[in-house]
């Protein structure tokens, strides 16, 4: 008997090599004129280039920082207000996508983008939103939520108002992202889709989501970061995708909650401070139903799958011991900010501090 669930995602999706052309007509759909596009630096000439031929983007902001800061919120609700923009387009990773997200909640507002970050409600109007994600791995672009940072805070804010309208994904912007990059952000990908399946709020919908998400990242994701192979990165990105679907309702969990952390306090990018731990848990949540995912995926067992992550980790050069980190390394508050976290609470296992603590002492 298939158990009773709820599926919610308002984000009209549009996939495929070449969609962002579809831009313009998009915009002219959702009734918007004028936009500002929030892009990553990397994107900064790019951004500029696209605004000579989409005249309704009237101010570009590329200011936006791995682990986006407020500041940027800030910036971007200024211009919105100055030039009268109805939108906000990110195009990018992650950092863009949710920096739009906050500033699109922030813009019809009387208030400062600091005062909701301190707790006021946002607003029930909000300007549109437009993500087209540049990496395969962030999944922002079908969530309703946005991690915004004020210095080393780092706060995760869920709502609603955060669903964009609609997202571009186009596999092609992925092309001449960099190898360490490509497998870090596609870690991530495998991070939402393996923590959506075992979340406690899983459910058969987010399970097959997951599950072809794993299937097309798994085959692929060594593939396109050695050699930039076309064809894997369009899988990437279709995986990333499923991904986002998934975790978008199931949520994340361990791996996410001890990443916030890891990021703050030793300056690591989202994707590698997820991937941290990402064998790590694998092991620790193994059971049946984990078990039979791993071989679903052509692995013996859960504890093979954390060995080929690993594995992947090291051969791309990503940081796995704490003795890699910047700044020194107190693992009582990274035990203790991980295991009160609210993604924690979706996690299947539930961990005392002190398991908590062995588990990353094995990391010194």
Not at 68 to 91: C, F, H, Y
Not at 93 to 119: L, N, V
Not at 153 to 169: D, G, R
Not at 277 to 297: G, Y
Request: hydrophobic share 40%; aromatic share 8%.
């Amino acid at each position: 008997m298939i158990d009773a669930f709820r599926y919610f995602l308002p984000v009209d999706i549009r996939f495929g090599c070449g969609a962002l052309q579809e831009l313009p007509a998009l915009l002219e759909s959702i009734g918007s004129d004028k936009m500002v596009l929030v892009c990553d630096r990397f994107f900064d000439q790019f951004g500029k280039d696209l605004q000579k031929k989409v005249p309704a983007i009237v101010a570009v902001f590329s200011d936006v920082e791995p682990n986006p800061q407020l500041s940027g919120v800030e910036e971007v609700v200024r211009l919105m207000k100055a030039t009268g923009a109805s939108a906000a387009a990110a195009i990018g990773g992650g950092s863009a996508i949710d920096t739009a997200k906050y500033a699109a909640a922030c813009a019809y507002s009387d208030h400062t983008p600091t005062a909701h970050f301190e707790g006021l409600p946002f607003p029930q109007k909000v300007a549109k939103i437009i993500a087209v994600p540049t990496t395969a791995g962030t999944g922002s672009e079908v969530t309703s939520v946005s991690v915004i940072s004020r210095g080393d805070e780092k706060k995760t804010t869920h709502s609603p108002l955060f669903c964009p309208t609609a997202c571009i994904v186009d596999p092609e912007l992925t092309f001449t992202v960099p190898p360490k990059t490509t497998l870090m952000t596609g870690l991530d990908a495998f991070t939402h889709a393996i923590e959506a399946y075992w979340s406690i709020h899983h459910s058969p919908m987010t399970d097959l989501l997951a599950i072809e998400a794993l299937k097309a990242i798994v085959p692929h994701l060594e593939k396109s970061y050695r050699d930039g192979d076309k064809d894997a990165r369009v899988a990437m990105s279709y995986g990333s995708l499923l991904a986002g679907l998934a975790f978008s309702n199931a949520k994340t969990a361990a791996c996410h909650a001890c990443s916030y952390p890891l990021s703050s306090y030793h300056h690591l990018p989202h994707g590698e401070a997820c991937a941290f731990t990402l064998d790590s848990f694998i092991r620790l949540n193994a059971d049946d139903r984990l078990q039979t995912l791993a071989k679903t995926l052509g692995f013996a067992d859960c504890d093979a799958l954390a060995d080929e992550i690993a594995r992947l980790k090291e051969t791309g050069g990503l940081r796995t011991r704490f003795a890699q980190l910047e700044g020194a390394v107190d693992l009582d508050r990274i035990v203790s900010e991980s295991n009160v976290h609210m993604l924690m609470k979706n996690n299947p296992v539930q961990f005392t501090d002190a398991q908590l603590k062995a588990m990353f002492e094995q990391l010194l």
